[in-house]
């Protein structure tokens, strides 16, 4: 596969709708998918962490991962600890062979060295294509990240399955 990384970039839409329901139509093809998108179980809380919650496309378990500031806090901060075990989960399911890894976003804990920047690393080592979503505010740190050797793909499902299909994507380097 020519460009095996690539990434959606969304600005107000979030994309987790789209990479689940990408997810699911390989899965139904038969392919072998990992990875995590966020899921907003539709929790009845005041506290905004309860939003911040993974599942896995392999299995559907969901991991929380954040930790509410504190009481009267409005905000979270994000657990590195569970995070931690969704990637060694990861790490798993690409050691176990994958057609595609997808994982929520490329954000600021990928941008400082941490969140699933191994898990991607390990990916590209296995030569497993990873999909991920990005916000612009971090397009710069994907950049230096991926030495601009990734593509920004249309966050549409055509586009998508195209770019999996002919491993040159449907949209411009990075």
Request: proline residues 6%; aromatic residues 6%.
């Amino acid at each position: 596969m020519r460009f095996p990384l690539a990434t959606i970039l969304y600005e107000t839409t979030p994309p987790d709708a789209l990479l689940r329901d990408f997810a699911r139509a390989l899965a139904a093809q038969g392919r072998h998918i990992g990875g995590v998108v966020q899921h907003r179980p539709g929790l009845v809380t005041d506290c905004p962490c309860a939003e911040m919650v993974l599942m896995s496309l392999a299995s559907g378990q969901s991991f929380p991962v954040a930790l509410p500031l504190g009481s009267g806090s409005t905000g979270c901060r994000l657990d590195f600890g569970a995070l931690a075990q969704v990637a060694q989960g990861l790490l798993s399911e690409i050691e176990a062979g994958l057609d595609l890894l997808i994982l929520n976003r490329f954000g600021k804990a990928e941008a400082e060295g941490r969140g699933f920047r191994d898990v991607i690393a390990a990916a590209m080592e296995r030569e497993t294509p990873v999909l991920t979503a990005l916000h612009p505010r971090n397009l710069p740190d994907w950049i230096r990240f991926t030495e601009g050797a990734a593509l920004l793909l249309m966050p549409d499902a055509s586009t998508l399955h195209q770019w999996l299909a002919d491993g040159q994507g449907v949209a411009h380097a990075a």
